[in-house]
T-cell receptor, first 113, second 115 residues
Framework: AQTVTQSQPEMSVQEAETVTLSCTYDTSESNYYLFWYKQPPSRQMILVIRQEAYKQQNATENRFSVNFQKAAKSFSLKISDSQLGDTAMYFCAHAGNNRKLIWGLGTSLAVNP | DTAVSQTPKYLVTQMGNDKSIKCEQNLGHDTMYWYKQDSKKFLKIMFSYNNKELIINETVPNRFSPKSPDKAHLNLHINSLELGDSAVYFC??????????????FGPGTRLTVT
């Protein structure tokens, strides 16, 4: 069965510091996609970053980067130079060929001034 | 321009009523989804349509009925509302085919409160 596990329900970080959110997944597919979504208090779901499984290079979007370890089925998100606006719920998601996203339970991140 | 829009954003109604939530996307996507997010923030897929055809139908009570008049619209009708239906409902869309076909773009959500 396809699953996504986020083992950290809550995390906090000081402004300007770096934080890493963990995500592991399970799949039997060889080609798939992984995503991190952010849900701030406004409740809007925002795509932060995507990774295609066949690409070995880790995806990067400005201050957001991932550490994709395909053999370990690990997909962590690193946020550098944390900002107050990064305070949000972060969801890891996996998508296979049926276009259905499998979601983790989320990590609530608080950025403290 | 709003990419995925939902109306209404807030909906307060009494048990037993019937209500609808509308969703429209102007991204040219051919797949649309409905999700339910409960109070613990868990996201659960309910339905998905691809070019007006139902492709995902999770275990959802029959009181929930999606309708897709065209590939840019996916509405959700709920009959005989119950207290447990209180949640945030998200509409999303994605492209069909190609490398970016699985990333989904979300609407702002509709907070449904059943009293």
């Amino acid at each position: 069965a396809q699953t996504v596990t986020q083992s950290q329900p809550e995390m906090s970080v000081q402004e300007a510091e770096t934080v890493t959110l963990s995500c592991t997944y399970d799949t039997s597919e060889s080609n798939y996609y992984l995503f991190w979504y952010k849900q701030p208090p406004s409740r809007q779901m925002i795509l932060v970053i995507r990774q295609e499984a066949y690409k070995q290079q880790n995806a990067t979007e400005n201050r957001f980067s991932v550490n994709f370890q395909k053999a370990a089925k690990s997909f962590s998100l690193k946020i550098s130079d944390s900002q107050l606006g990064d305070t949000a719920m972060y969801f890891c998601a996996h998508a296979g060929n049926n276009r259905k996203l499998i979601w983790g339970l989320g990590t609530s991140l608080a950025v403290n001034p | 321009d709003t990419a995925v829009s939902q109306t209404p954003k807030y909906l307060v109604t009494q048990m037993g009523n019937d209500k609808s939530i509308k969703c429209e996307q102007n991204l040219g996507h051919d797949t649309m989804y409905w999700y339910k997010q409960d109070s613990k923030k868990f996201l659960k897929i309910m339905f998905s349509y691809n070019n007006k055809e139902l492709i995902i139908n999770e275990t959802v009570p029959n009181r929930f009925s999606p309708k897709s008049p065209d590939k840019a619209h996916l509405n959700l009708h709920i009959n005989s509302l119950e207290l447990g239906d209180s949640a945030v409902y998200f509409c999303a869309s994605s492209m069909g085919g190609g490398r970016a076909s699985y990333e989904q773009y979300f609407g702002p959500g509709t907070r449904l409160t059943v009293t």
